[in-house]
């Protein structure tokens, strides 16, 4: 007998089956339906939060199939049957290992994306039901753009760390306006002046600066006597010039005499100071000085130069009025130990640089450089200060020791002033504080 086994399927109804559920927060439920409130600050609304939850129960389906065996004899004729059944179990979708992309919102929506939609009804053809199809794979979010780098600090090519602005040709060491102060390693003062108190000329200052190589800087106090130009021309731009303003009440006209002296080589200038000792000697207040200041500042600016502008006092009447190193550039005092009268020669770096130190600390840590410090060779005691000429020595030597060979100090003076007049608080010393004694011409 020839068996022939037919396979009828039939498929049983799911048990159960619940889609995917979607709840949306929203987190406004503290929200203030009359708006804020007018007499706080508030910042800008902050994009809602939109969560989304999505559940999904997945369910066993069963399908239950029947195989009918059916007995034939030699002709083809149906004996007998046996039906035989079993169940074949859906497999279940194992979810993604990708994450679901969150919904896209926008700050004024917190619409997500609609349900998927049901799933198409089961087969009920004889032939089992085919396998069901893959889970969509997400689209690939788009990759995230690379960062810009961060921009680098830009460095200048030649200067040390940290920069400082760079100087034009010929410009003083240091120079540049910093509150740091101008930056020189020594420097001396001078004036023009024949001891009748006539002007020096242009010869005569050639002569008086005819060896100078050692200093970087030389300080001049007045624009008088065309000395300007005639230092500039002296020294064929050897060394650079600590320039001054003397009387505040003719910063145009000065400003124009040092612009033509200059004549458009401001390199050569490290600081111009605006009036000397003026606060002192109760010659215009603090406020005067300090407008002053602004005043030169502006003009000097106008007329091409944008380095140092300072005011130069005491160290007392620097410290009453500090705003007078406030308004400045740096802090600039003239300060000489012979005047204590407690102090020796060899004490008289000690002394002024405790000074610079206290005039810097009461201005918040600017800087301070003396434009002014020396000993007299000649003239009366003061207490235990003598003047001689080797006292002068033993000072200098002090002070440029004090001082790091010289930084930030200018000293006093090249040689004497014998155009001066002595006070009654001048120890008959006014005209002998010379380095060099007597001037060559």
Not at 37 to 62: A, L, Y
Not at 114 to 142: D, G, I, N, Q, V
Not at 188 to 199: E, H, L, M, R, V
Not at 245 to 260: A, C, G, M, Y
């Amino acid at each position: 007998m020839t068996c022939i086994a037919l396979l009828q399927a039939a498929t049983s109804q799911p048990h159960r089956i619940r889609f995917s559920n979607i709840n949306v927060k929203d987190r406004r439920q503290n929200a203030d339906p009359q708006g804020p409130d007018p007499q706080h600050h508030h910042h800008n609304k902050r994009t809602q939060d939109v969560v989304t939850d999505v559940v999904t129960d997945i369910e066993t389906v069963t399908y239950q199939f029947e195989d009918i065996v059916v007995y034939v004899d030699d002709n083809g004729n149906p004996v007998s049957t046996t039906t035989i059944y079993r169940d074949l179990m859906e497999p279940t979708p194992t979810p993604s290992s990708t994450p679901v992309p969150p919904p896209v919102t926008t700050p004024h929506s917190s619409t997500s994306a609609p349900p998927p939609p049901p799933p198409p009804p089961l087969p009920t053809s004889s032939s089992p039901p085919p396998p069901p199809p893959p889970a969509p794979k997400p689209s690939p979010s788009p990759p995230a753009p690379a960062p810009h780098p961060a921009p680098q600090p830009t460095q200048a090519k030649t200067s040390p760390s940290p920069a400082k602005p760079s100087s034009p040709p010929n410009s003083p060491p240091g120079g540049g306006g910093s509150s740091s102060g101008p930056g020189f390693s020594s420097a001396i003062s001078y004036t023009p002046y024949n001891a009748d108190n006539s002007c020096k000329s242009a010869s005569q200052v050639a002569t008086d600066l005819q060896d100078v190589s050692s200093y970087q800087v030389i300080r001049l106090y007045g624009t008088d006597c065309n000395q300007v130009a005639n230092v500039i021309a002296s020294t064929r731009g050897s060394v650079h010039l600590f320039l001054g303003i003397f009387d505040i009440n003719s910063i145009p006209s000065e400003v124009q005499t040092i612009k033509s002296a200059v004549n458009g080589n401001w390199g050569i200038v490290n600081t111009v100071s605006v009036g000397n000792e003026l606060v002192n000697s109760g010659t215009a207040s603090a406020a005067q000085v300090i407008a002053a200041i602004g005043t030169a500042r502006s003009a000097l600016q106008g007329a091409g130069y944008n380095g140092p502008v300072v005011t130069v006092d005491t160290m007392m009447a620097m410290k009453n009025n500090i705003g007078l190193c406030t308004a400045s550039s740096f802090c600039a005092i003239n300060c000489h130990a012979f005047f204590d009268g407690n102090t020796l020669p060899s004490g008289a770096g000690e002394f002024v640089k405790n000074w610079a130190q206290q005039i810097s600390e009461a201005a918040g840590g600017k800087t301070t450089v003396v434009t002014e410090s020396g000993w007299p060779t000649q003239g009366d005691p003061n207490n235990q200060a003598v003047p001689s000429q080797e006292n002068h020595q033993t000072a200098i030597a002090s002070l440029k020791s004090a001082f790091g060979g010289g930084t930030n100090l200018v000293l006093y003076g090249m040689y004497n002033d014998l155009w001066k007049k002595d006070g009654p608080t001048t120890f008959g010393a006014e005209k002998y504080w010379g380095i060099y004694g007597n001037a060559p011409a």
